[in-house]
């Protein structure tokens, strides 16, 4: 079941298996030593998909100048069944009703360029390092 939530109408439990989820991926998973708990959360819409088993797709549209999409996320024991694909629609869906004609940032991962690039999204930089892990930063604009 999809959700699309602000961060007032996200549970304490909820919430609670978000940031688990997002250490688990980014932090553990990823061997990467950050301050992942930002403070940008209040200010965002949390679209996150779950199943019997909680919450097995995850991203953030963040509401600030320029609006971004981050902290996508497929929880490992669910990655290469279309899922991410899935999420992303989601977050387009939500960015055409709400965000029409806005320029939209992305900082990802520089290995999934072909992945949001299929979303619409150009690469607007270099490949970069950001806490050891390459990046690139990309945007999306409705024509």
């Known amino acids: 079941m999809w959700h699309v939530n602000t961060f007032e109408e996200l549970d304490t439990r909820t919430l609670e298996e ?3 989820l997002r250490v ?6 990823q061997e990467c030593a ?7 959360d209040a200010n965002c819409t949390h679209i996150y998909k779950t199943d019997e088993t909680g919450i097995i797709a995850y991203l953030r549209i963040v509401h600030e100048t320029p609006v971004s999409i981050g902290r996508v996320i497929v929880r490992q024991d669910r990655r290469k069944g279309g899922l991410g694909q899935e999420l992303m629609r989601q977050a387009m869906d939500f960015v055409h009703t709400n965000h029409q004609g806005e320029l939209i940032y992305l900082h990802g991962q520089a290995h999934l360029e072909k992945f949001y690039q299929s979303f619409g999204f ?22």
């Open 18 to 20: 978000i940031y688990r």
């Open 24 to 29: 688990a991926v980014f932090v553990v998973e």
């Open 34 to 40: 950050y301050q992942e708990i930002d403070g940008k």
């Open 122 to 143: 150009r690469t607007t930089s270099d490949v970069h390092l950001e806490d050891g892990i390459p990046h690139i930063d990309m945007e999306y604009k409705e024509n």
